[in-house]
């Protein structure tokens, strides 16, 4: 069983959107720390979005003001809205979890991995 199950991705056109579900145990979703990241090929790893425990969430540049993260306890689930999607947004998309310490946007420091669901946008 995994601790981390991301689903949502798929294919769309820029401008489209989508929203990315990440499916988390008990024990992660309480923790302090969720996030998305993403990876294209042939790129790094990048921070997109993180929730903290307090409610605060942080965003990349990139993605300020057209993604949006959000949080449903009663379902134990991680979201991520995407709208007016480009091209350069297509990766793997990843939920991440730490359960100590304040969010950070750096793959290191996330102890827990979902699978990734693959985003696609064509232009």
């Known amino acids: 069983q995994q601790d981390l199950v991301e689903s949502g991705g798929g294919s769309v056109q820029a401008g489209g959107s989508l929203r990315l579900s990440c499916e988390a145990s008990?024990?992660?979703?309480?923790?302090?720390?969720i996030a998305w990241f993403r990876q294209a090929p042939g790129k790094e790893r990048e921070g997109v979005a993180t929730y903290y425990s307090d409610g605060s969430t942080t965003y990349a540049d990139s993605v300020k003001g057209r993604f949006t993260i959000s949080k449903d306890n009663s379902k134990n689930t991680l979201y991520l809205r995407m709208d007016s999607l480009k091209a350069d947004d297509s990766a793997m998309y990843y939920c991440?979890?730490?359960?100590?310490?304040?969010?950070?946007?750096?793959?290191?420091?996330?102890?827990?991995w979902g699978q990734g669901t693959q985003v696609t946008v064509s232009s």
């Open positions: 991440a979890a730490r359960g100590v310490g304040r969010c950070r946007m750096d793959p290191a420091w996330f102890v827990y």
């Open positions: 008990g024990h992660i979703f309480t923790t302090y720390c």
